[in-house]
């Protein structure tokens, strides 16, 4: 079974509006982190936010928030005044506390900014 | 640099040749995770170190696939008798420890003809 889910496999959206990359994760855990990485072009995987399980307040780091539910399981990114650098791919993981350090990854949405 | 730094970025190589892929954490991480990202698919967990040890190698493929961090800090990712199969995206990444956020390297971009 899929543990991570990104059911979008691309998304538009207009320079300066937000946009909402969705992510639902599967785990009978009860201790876990969820994590979005954007990747450009040029390949690096780079860390925006994470959520811890137990977190009772949604993370935020700038332009970026993690809309977490945990009772439906998701974890959506909501990037707010999109830029045109924002264009990218961008991957939800998640990290099962009981087995290391190790990601899972979801199949990565693919967001174009337009200008 | 204070990134993780990867080497070579492209490899191209025959079919059944030996290749060895290398990553440079970020100095003072002790924990060290390679992964492989096929085209258009998220990256997948190959095997991960804490400090000199393997502690979960449970994603390498089959026993073609090695990889070691002797002084628990390089690391080398070694692939005997290559396949067309293994043309892929290997990542290596690194984190302060297993409960901090990884920080991922350019990748090696290995082409096996």
């Known amino acids: 079974a899929q543990k991570i889910t990104q059911t979008q496999p691309g998304m538009f959206v207009q320079e300066k509006e937000a946009v909402t990359l969705d992510c639902t994760y599967d785990t009978s855990d009860q201790s876990y982190g969820l994590f979005w990485y954007k990747q450009p072009s040029s390949g690096e995987m780079i860390f925006l936010i994470y959520q811890g399980s137990y977190d009772e307040q949604n993370a935020t780091e700038g332009r970026y928030s993690l809309n977490f539910q945990k009772a439906r399981k998701s974890a959506n990114l909501v990037i707010s005044a999109s830029q045109l650098g924002d264009s990218a791919m961008y991957f939800c993981?998640?990290?099962?506390?009981?087995?290391?350090?190790?990601?899972?990854f979801g199949q990565g949405t693919e967001l174009s900014v337009k200008p | 640099g204070a990134g993780v730094s990867q080497t070579p970025s492209n490899k191209v190589t025959e079919k059944g040749k030996y290749v060895e892929l290398r990553c440079d954490p970020i100095s003072g991480h002790t924990a060290l995770y390679w992964y492989r990202q096929s085209l258009g698919q998220g990256p997948e967990f190959l095997i991960y170190?804490?400090?000199?040890?393997?502690?979960?190698d449970s994603g390498l493929p089959n026993d073609r696939f090695f990889a070691v961090r002797p002084e628990g800090s390089v690391s080398t990712l070694k692939i005997q008798r290559t396949e067309r199969g293994d043309s892929a995206v290997y990542l290596c990444a690194s984190s302060l420890t297993k409960w901090t956020e990884a920080f991922f390297g350019q990748g090696t971009r290995l082409t096996v003809v």
């Open positions: 170190f804490q400090g000199t040890g393997a502690a979960d």
């Open positions: 993981a998640m990290r099962e506390n009981n087995q290391g350090g190790k990601l899972i």
